[in-house]
C-alpha cells in the first residue's frame, strides 16, 4: 500500500507479492485515491486490533483452562479419598464397597 508522487501528482496503488516479484496496482490519484488509501490503512489497522483482541482472548481462555484443570485435579484427589476414607475400592473402573470378614 502506498502513495506514490509521480509527474508532481499524488497517485495511490496497492502492491502485492507474488512469489519474489511485487506487483502495483493503480487504485486511483488525488482525493479519490487519498480516500481509499486513508480507507485502507483504517482496515488494516482495525484487522490488526482485531488480531490482538484474538490473541489476548486464547491467552486469557488457555489461563482459565489451566485453572480448571487444576481445581478438577483437586477434586478427583478429594473424591478418591473420600471413597477410600469410606471403605470403598476401585475395581476394575467402578469404586465397590470392601468386603470384611
Same mark, same amino acid.
Given at each position: 500500500m502506498g502513495m506514490e508522487w509521480r509527474n508532481c501528482k499524488l497517485y495511490y496503488y496497492r502492491k502485492k507479492r507474488r512469489g519474489k516479484r511485487v506487483e502495483s496496482h493503480y487504485i486511483g490519484r488525488g482525493e479519490?485515491?487519498? =480516500?481509499?488509501y486513508q480507507h485502507d490503512r483504517f482496515k488494516k489497522k482495525l484487522a490488526s486490533e482485531f488480531k490482538k483482541a484474538d490473541l489476548e482472548l486464547i491467552q486469557r481462555e488457555r489461563e482459565t483452562e489451566k485453572v480448571i484443570h487444576t481445581h478438577q485435579n483437586n477434586l478427583r484427589a478429594l473424591i478418591?479419598? =473420600?471413597y477410600l476414607i469410606n471403605g470403598f475400592h476401585m475395581h476394575k473402573g467402578q469404586w465397590r464397597r470392601m468386603r470384611h470378614g
Open positions: 479519490v485515491g487519498y =480516500s481509499v478418591y479419598a =473420600s
